[in-house]
């Protein structure tokens, strides 16, 4: 077992994991934080997207123990209180939720891009949406969504 300080969402967690477990589980498990949702656990899925160090990540492609001294952030750490964060408004002003499953991992992949790349195309912007899988097929929506987060987070 190893003792690693993640730090998620601004928030210190302590936690002892063995060095082969998933920063996935990790974060559902050790750290209560249930939004980084597992769907394939292969990273084909993308439905534990989350940001390390500002980047999309998949966490059930990477162990606990590679984040130490990394900024996490999770689904949780979108909202201001009850103020939600352009791309979740947006989402839900365009039905992109779906079922929800796969929402979070929508979320923090625009998220991410749209911080790295503020004014998308939209060519990019289905380009780097296609590396996350909506079972519901509702891609158009998600895509509405996203152009609306772009704008919002623009201003």
Known sequence: MVDVTLNVNGRSYRVRVEPRRTLADTLRDDCGLTGTHLGCEHGVCGAC???VDGQPVRSCLM???QCEGM???TVEGLADGEQLHPIQQAFWENHG???GFC???FLMLAVGFLEENPDPNDGELRAVLSSNLCRCTGYQNIVKAVRQAAIA???
């Open 49 to 51: 997207t989350i940001l």
């Open 71 to 73: 900024e996490l952030r």
């Open 63 to 65: 162990f606990a123990v």
């Open 153 to 155: 987070m623009r201003r």
């Open 103 to 105: 929402t979070p991992g």
């Open 97 to 99: 939720l779906q079922c």
